[in-house]
């Protein structure tokens, strides 16, 4: 069976809502099907605190959330506003390393020692390695499909509110080989924006961002929050998400990140905030 053929068939058979490999590279395997089964840094286990089910395919909030991608998140959208299209642009890199910038911005602008930094930055990463083994975890419970296979197979799912379009990529050009739900980047900016408000408070904080894949590029936010909503915002407006997806994630990262700073390098005695 050709490799055109081998897809169609597998497009057959997938039921609606799965996961199927994505165009326009359509990788042979999805990724980390296994990171479920890595030990957890700071977790009990990996589905401490799965999440329920993505929306139902014919549900209110499943029709709204393909609309709003299928409109803003397509290659050249028309939809989209320009700073929306640069949003999707910017954030499209290893969202742990933005956040591991943040926090070297935060710690210098506290004029931390090189102790209160080290365990500042222990926190965070041992919040983002357990949220990806959690997330994994998620995705792989309820394999869900990304928005390209969606909306090229709307005529598929039942909801007389989605419409197919056949030709539709995202604006980030290819898809990241694995479900959809949660979202990786909402998971993590949830996570990392929980552990350092947690630790810095949650005052105005002016921060600059530099993008990981557009050189020369900065954002300015004057809160984690801020920075944690773009982010998450980021992957819908890229056509990777539904926003469905970063909402689940954002819950998903702020419960993960609570169990940490509650329950690992607790300070000794009368410390300091960080």
Partial sequence: MGQL???FFLSLVTPPGDYQSTPPNFPAQPVFTHWSRVTPFALERAKQFRLGPPPALTSAEYTAVFNEVKSLGIANST???????????FWNGAIQNYWNEITQTAVHA???????????????NLTLADEVIAFYDTKYTYNFWRPVTAIRAAATDGNPDTAADPNWLPQAGKTAADPAYPGAHATISAGGAFVLSALFGDKPFQLSVTSEVLPGVVRSFDSFAAVEEEASLSRVYAGQHFRSDENAGERLGSAVADFVVDNFLTLVGDGDDY
Avoid at 79 to 89: C, F, S
Avoid at 110 to 124: I, K
């Fill in 5 to 7: 053929q081998h897809r």
């Fill in 79 to 89: 939809a989209a506003t320009a700073d929306q299209a640069l949003i999707g642009r």
């Fill in 110 to 124: 506290h004029r931390l020692t090189t102790a209160q930094s080290a365990r500042v930055f222990a926190l965070l």
